[in-house]
Each structure stands twice: as structure tokens, then as C-alpha cells.
């Protein structure tokens, strides 16, 4: 069974904000594929659904960013899901916009999310899609994360989501990270 996790923020306010690239990645999967995340437990929205013969969860943790772990640990322990079959997408300030780069552990970055999900599965070795959101000029990172993309980068970031169908459909077939790494890094 796999795991899929995508990080931002719950409510509209923060709906198309770069902190909340993560979901905008995996709605546009779960869009391209007709599912959609129809339970709600593990303080998450998440499907269960059989995707290429294999059993995947989706999850979008409804915590603030912060607090993603929560979700994330929970999920992971009930259904007993190895941390190596779990691929969290989310934002990354140290690249440029739509940049897409696969990793196989590793610290969090100073990304806060995967601070606590490091923190709540005791462990770094879980996989990750980070999707750049550019570090910001003069703003402060926390206006930055939180403001939406002008339209030009809406654009930008929005094409690189067919790659990252590509990515979810290698990691849900069973291609390991460094395939991966290898192929799209």
C-alpha cells in the first residue's frame, strides 16, 4: 500500500496560496484520474482506491502546514505503511517556481511540514516531491508562502503538473526513489 500526501493549509483563504502547491498537485491528479477525497479521519481528507492494481491512499491533512505529521503518522500507523511507501508533495522555497526534484529522505529543509511528519513517523526516510515556489525578494517568507501566484507563475507551476502525474503514477507502479531521482531529477 502506498501513501500519497499532499501539504498546504485547509480553507479557501489559503485555497491558492504557494504554501498550498501540495494540494494543487495532487487535486490536479486526482482530477486527471476522476477520484477525489471522500473521507474524512485522521484529521485528513483522504480516498483509499486501487490505482494500477495497487492499493494507494490520498491524503491532503486538514492541520495547518505546521501540524501535518499529525495526519500523516496516523494514517501511516493504522494502515500500517512503511515510510518508504509514502511520497509527501509539497512546496520549496529553494527553487525556482514549477523546479521539480525527487528526494529519498533526508532533513526537512526548514520546511515545517516535514518537520513534523519527521518528527511524528520518528524517522526521515519517506520520499518527497517538492515543487518550487521561488524564495521571496524582499517580502518575508511568511507573506510569501501565504500570498496566491501572479498569473504568469499559476501558468508555469500548472504545467509541471502533468510531470507530476507521471511521478505519482512511477511511485504508485513501484519505481523506487532512485528510478525516480534518476528519471526526473
Known amino acids: ?96 517556481i514549477a523546479k521539480l526534484r525527487i528526494r529519498a529522505g533526508g532533513k526537512s529543509g526548514g520546511h515545517n511540514g516535514i518537520k513534523s511528519i519527521i518528527a511524528c513517523l520518528g524517522t526521515e526516510k519517506f520520499n518527497r516531491l517538492k515543487i518550487g515556489i521561488r524564495h521571496p525578494d524582499k517580502q518575508s517568507v511568511v507573506s510569501w508562502v501565504l500570498t496566491p501566484f501572479n498569473p504568469d507563475q499559476q501558468k508555469e507551476l500548472e504545467a509541471s503538473f502533468a510531470k507530476v502525474d507521471q511521478i505519482i503514477d512511477d511511485f504508485i507502479a513501484g519505481k523506487d526513489a532512485q528510478y525516480l531521482m534518476n528519471r526526473y531529477n
Open 1 to 96: 500500500m502506498k501513501l500519497i500526501v499532499a501539504l498546504g493549509n485547509p480553507g479557501l483563504k489559503y485555497e491558492k496560496t504557494k504554501h498550498n502547491t501540495g494540494f494543487m498537485a495532487l487535486d490536479h491528479y486526482l482530477d486527471e484520474k476522476g477520484l477525489r477525497l471522500d473521507r474524512d479521519k485522521f484529521t485528513a481528507l483522504y480516498a483509499k482506491e486501487k490505482v494500477a492494481g495497487e492499493d494507494v491512499i490520498f491524503m491532503e491533512p486538514q492541520t495547518y502546514m505546521n501540524e501535518s505529521g499529525r495526519a500523516v503518522g496516523a494514517a501511516a500507523k493504522f494502515f500500517k505503511i512503511d515510510p518508504s511507501d509514502i511520497l509527501v508533495i509539497h512546496d520549496d522555497m529553494d527553487m525556482p
